[in-house]
């Protein structure tokens, strides 16, 4: 998988710790790197809002793909 430079492994696991401590769900464009909201966690190739690839996936899966 290839990512977006702006996705690090450090915004990654922020946005999974945060989607434990509060409601919010998040997910990453590997395209462009716009953080989606409202994406669920095992989310795969949803379509980004921001540059309309089908390539925003959940932070939890993000980090699964990064062990
Ligand atoms: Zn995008």
């Known amino acids: 998988m290839e990512m977006h430079h702006d ?7 922020e946005a999974v710790e945060r ?3 509060t409601l919010d769900k998040s997910g990453f464009c590997i395209r ?5 909201d409202g994406v669920e966690p095992d989310a795969r190739c949803y379509e980004c809002e921001s540059c ?16």
């Open 7 to 13: 996705v690090t492994p450090e915004r990654i696991l």
């Open 19 to 21: 989607s434990h401590s």
């Open 32 to 36: 462009c790197g716009f953080e989606a």
């Open 52 to 67: 309309g690839e089908l390539a925003v996936y959940g932070a939890e899966e993000l980090l699964l793909g990064l062990i």
